[in-house]
């Protein structure tokens, strides 16, 4: 496999797995009574305040910035400080578990961040702080697989601690070393 054909691999693997994760279901409360709603292939039933209703994440995330809904799930934020000071704690060959959802969770929060962030200054150091911690943790992660990936095969306990989009990065790194192993060490 070619770098770009590794790379378009990957940018085209994180694009469909972020494409699945909008589809996936996602639990609401709803904040304002509701009718009925149909439109193309979304059919909402008629809702009440403090109703929890389970609809598409892409559906959740337009009736939360309409604000008619709050997405019913464990903070990311709290999710990205739990998973940075976990990672920080382990050996540089241990990586920690992550949740398979965590990745594209932590992107749609940085972007909702930017968002709020540029019509409201006083915002800014709150998006700095997660960022800074997202930015971190990728850092932290990245050298881990790159060591684990120099130095082992992709274990079933490996592949259980480890996020979808890292599995990819683990592959494709791991075949780049195996192909200059082979490329430095064979002998004509």
């Keep these: 496999m070619s770098k770009l054909d590794k790379e378009l691999s990957i940018v085209g693997f994180l694009k469909d797995y972020e494409a699945g994760f909008l589809l996936m279901p996602v639990k609401v ?100 702080k997660f960022s800074s911690s997202a930015y971190d943790l990728i850092a932290l992660r990245m050298s881990k697989l790159l060591y684990l990936a120099g130095s082992s095969s992709l274990s079933p306990d490996l592949e259980r601690k480890i996020a979808p989009e890292e599995k990819v990065l683990f592959e494709i790194i791991r075949s780049t070393i195996e192909d200059w192993r082979k490329a430095i060490l064979e002998v004509e």
């Excluded at 990205?80 to 050996?91: H, I, V």
Aim: proline residues 5%; without cysteine; aromatic residues 6%.
């Design 29 to 128: 409360i709803i904040k304002q009574d509701l009718p009925r709603i149909d439109v193309g292939s979304v059919n909402l039933p008629e809702v009440h305040e403090g109703d929890v209703i389970e609809v598409p994440r892409w559906v959740a995330d337009i009736m939360v910035k309409m604000g008619f809904a709050e997405i019913q799930e464990e903070s990311i934020d709290l999710d990205l400080f739990k998973a940075l000071s976990r990672e920080k704690m382990q050996d540089p060959s241990q990586i920690s578990t992550l949740k398979g959802d965590f990745y594209p969770r932590m992107k749609i929060q940085i972007k909702s961040m930017k968002s709020m962030m540029e019509r409201d200054e006083s915002l800014k150091e709150a998006y700095e």
